[in-house]
């Protein structure tokens, strides 16, 4: 591979192009003129875990972006279906990794192109501190597996490719197991940050908020078992883990409904919910937590 | 007689100055606000809005200042029951002492310190507007009863709940009161923390199906607590829920509880869904989603001590 556009260029979709930049032609779709400028002008900054500064080339326009190998979609959900219009009829030759949180993001982008499509989550995490600056916090993996017309083998190249520019990457034949891992413990802890305004930190595995965030992945659990997906890793272990880090942690959904921004609870607990729904499992506690997130985002206005 | 109002607040204050219009009544009042204690010794506790009355009502910061009363009538916030009680318990030993608080607890704690207790459930609200003066919100009716494990006599409850009535706050001393109360708890525990979790009026809750749809969730839970321990509730609290909704009555009303979490004071919250979860565990009765709602509540708190 030799070219590849991010989409999306966010937290993690900054931390993509900045690192690729240093292996491979990185171009980078924005949604602001100004940000586009931005980038080309001063180039993209990593702080943190890295301190290095990538030229990339961006654009509001796909067509100025040349003809990538790989597309990664790093948008967030609410702004997904509008991000994936905006590729429809263009990069031809490439294949296309959604690395968003929750599930059905590849099902979105699928309607809007017949390409190959790639399945990732993420775990690394930073914080966007400017239009051209991120800082790298987390250097946990994005894990990648076949969607559709890819192979195991595809999954590998991205996920080497993405190795070599310096972050971590692992290759899966499914992604599921990995995929509602990440979902359970995303439904669980960001609509817990969001509702209390608490880091997630050692209070997620204590005390009455330990009580009700395993109660949430248990409930998690039993539709993923209803479903057919066996969990990779343990969501209530990636809690205790997660917060045994010795530092707090702002989900991003806090930060959404601190900034009175949409959430992405749609796509993360809204899943969890509708699989529930269709396996016929009751998840009396994530419905409780998916209203009431939707109704904090509701009193903004 | 004598009555001391412990917690003169805005519902304390209801009935301090109600029971002060009448003549055979000495009306005392215990609060921990000095500007709030000055102003009522100074120019009497008026009370403007639903009704305007001044109220001639000797007040103080110190309770040992009080002399011994007949009755007691307990409004703080349920979480300073203990040390008020603590404090006053002295001009009660002859007397009986009921709560209008909100919330489960209030009786049992009131019991560790007096003989004789009424459980009691009040609907009227208002605000303190200024030290002194109180805007009365909302009318309403006020139910007292025996505290079954050290009850006051039935004639005593009478002799009080006649005392409000004849005062302008209508009381109805009953058998059994645990019904109103549940019926209050489960009205505040199903509707205040969800106000507090979202930001949204008490209407506005309501008019959104996902939310009601939690809201009576987390009603049918207090109710088997309720049924579990024999209690007839005196009317479903949906009615009350749907009531409270319409834009005439308090589709507006910020919940106390949302209020607390603005102004970030403790809130209630343990004695209201954390009681439905306690009764709920004593009784052998699931309460997973009041449980859930204190949690996300407490875990609100907590976060302001970041």
Redesign the interface.
């Known amino acids: 591979m030799t070219q590849v556009v991010v989409a999306g260029a966010g937290t993690i979709g900054g931390l993509f192009a900045a690192h690729l930049a240093r292996v491979v032609d990185v171009g980078v779709l924005t949604r602001r003129v100004d940000h586009a400028r931005t980038l080309s002008e001063r180039g993209l900054r990593v702080s943190g875990r890295g301190d290095f500064t990538s030229r990339v080339t961006a654009s509001t326009d796909p067509g100025e972006l040349g003809d990538p190998d790989l597309v990664i979609v790093a948008s967030k959900g609410g702004d997904l279906e509008a991000l994936a219009t905006r590729l429809e009829g263009r990069f031809p030759n490439a294949t296309v990794m959604t690395v968003l949180n929750g599930l059905g993001a590849e099902e979105v982008v699928a309607a809007h192109g017949d390409w190959p499509i790639l399945s990732a989550v993420t775990f690394m995490s930073g914080t966007r501190h400017d239009d051209a600056h991120v800082e790298y916090v987390l250097d946990t993996a994005t894990w990648i597996g076949p969607f559709r017309g890819t192979t195991g083998a595809d999954a590998s190249a991205a996920a080497e490719l993405i190795r070599l520019s310096g972050l971590e990457a692992e290759a899966f034949a499914d992604l599921l197991p990995a995929q509602w891992s990440k979902l359970i413990f995303n439904a669980t802890v960001n609509a ?1 940050a969001a ?5 997630h930190d050692r ?1 997620f595995a204590e005390g ?2 330990g ?2 965030v395993r ?1 949430l992945v248990d409930e998690g659990k039993a539709v993923a078992a209803a479903v057919g997906v066996d969990l990779r890793e343990d969501p209530w272990e990636m809690n205790v883990h997660a917060t045994q880090r010795g530092h ?1 942690h702002y989900p991003s959904m806090l930060e959404d409904v601190v900034a009175h921004r949409p959430t992405e609870i749609e796509l993360i607990t809204g899943s969890l919910v509708r699989a529930a729904d269709r396996a016929g499992v009751a998840v ?2 994530h ?6 997130v ?3 985002e ?2 903004y206005s | 007689m004598k009555v001391c109002i412990v917690g003169c607040g805005a519902v304390g204050s209801l009935f301090a100055a109600n029971l002060a219009q009448l003549d055979d009544v000495e009306v005392w009042a215990f609060d921990t606000s000095q500007p709030h204690v000055d102003a009522i010794n100074a120019h009497g506790l008026r009370l403007s809005g639903a009704g305007d009355v001044v109220g001639n009502v000797r007040a103080t910061t110190d309770a040992s200042a009080l002399p011994a009363c007949d009755f007691g009538i307990v409004a703080t916030k349920a979480m300073h029951t203990r040390s008020a009680i603590a404090a006053t318990a002295h001009a009660f030993k002859e007397g009986s002492v009921a709560t209008v608080q909100n919330g489960l607890g209030n009786e049992e704690a009131l019991a560790e310190y007096v003989g004789n207790v009424i459980r009691g459930t009040t609907f009227p609200a208002g605000r303190i507007v200024e030290p002194g003066h109180v805007q009365w919100d909302v009318k309403g009716d006020t139910t007292l009863g025996p505290f079954e494990p050290r009850p006051a006599t039935a004639a005593d409850i009478e002799r009080l709940a006649d005392a409000c009535t004849r005062g302008g706050m209508p009381t109805k001393a009953v058998a059994d009161a645990r019904g109103p109360q549940w019926r209050k708890v489960i009205f505040n525990a199903s509707t205040n923390p ?1 106000g507090a ?4 009026t008490h209407g ?2 309501v008019e ?1 199906p ?2 009601r ?2 809201v009576t ?1 987390l009603v049918d839970e207090g109710k088997a607590v309720a049924a579990a321990q024999g209690i007839v509730l005196d009317a479903d609290p949906e009615e009350l829920i749907d009531h409270a909704a319409k834009p005439e009555v308090a589709y507006d009303h910020k919940a106390s509880m949302l209020q607390d979490v603005e102004a970030r004071r403790s809130t209630e919250v343990d004695y209201l869904n954390g009681g439905i979860v306690r009764f709920g565990r004593e009784h052998g009765v699931p309460t ?2 009041n ?6 509540v ?3 708190e ?2 302001w001590t ?1």
């Open positions: 817990v509702l209390t305004g608490l880091p209070r009455m908020l009580d009700l109660a707090a009396p506690l419905t409780a937590l998916y209203a009431l939707k109704a904090k509701a009193s | 969800i979790l979202t930001g949204l506005r809750v959104r996902d939310l749809t939690l969730g997973p989603l449980q859930a709602i204190w949690a996300l407490k875990g609100v907590d976060s970041i």
